[in-house]
C-alpha cells in the first residue's frame, strides 16, 4: 500500500480542538488522518457524490392560502367553541 505524503495529519486533540478547519480541508478534497499517539487509527475522507443540489425552484407555488381578516380575534367563531372539548 503506497502513503501518501500530502494527506494531512493530526492527532485526536488537535484535530477535536480544531475540527472546523480540518473539515474545511475534508471539503476541498483533502484526506485527514487521525492519529493516536503518532499512529494512525481513522481516515476522513471527503464523500463522493455527483448529487448537486436539488431544490427546484417553485416547488411550492400554490400551497400557501391567504387569509384575509383581524387575525387578533379567534378563527372559529365563540358559539363553536363547545365543539372543541
Known amino acids: 500500500m503506497g502513503y501518501n505524503i500530502d494527506m494531512k495529519m493530526a492527532n485526536i486533540a488537535d484535530f477535536k480542538n480544531r475540527l ?4 474545511s480541508l475534508v471539503e476541498k ?11 494512525p ?7 463522493k457524490s455527483n448529487k448537486g443540489n436539488r431544490t427546484t425552484l417553485g416547488c411550492g407555488k400554490g400551497t400557501v392560502i391567504f ?12 358559539g363553536n367553541w363547545d365543539m372543541l372539548s
Not at 478534497?29 to 499512529?39: Q, T
Open 67 to 78: 387569509l384575509s381578516g383581524d387575525l387578533s380575534e379567534p378563527f372559529i367563531p365563540p
Open 41 to 47: 487509527i481513522a481516515k476522513v475522507t471527503p464523500i
Open 29 to 39: 478534497g483533502e484526506e485527514i488522518e487521525v492519529c493516536k499517539r503518532n499512529v
Open 20 to 23: 472546523s478547519y480540518f473539515i
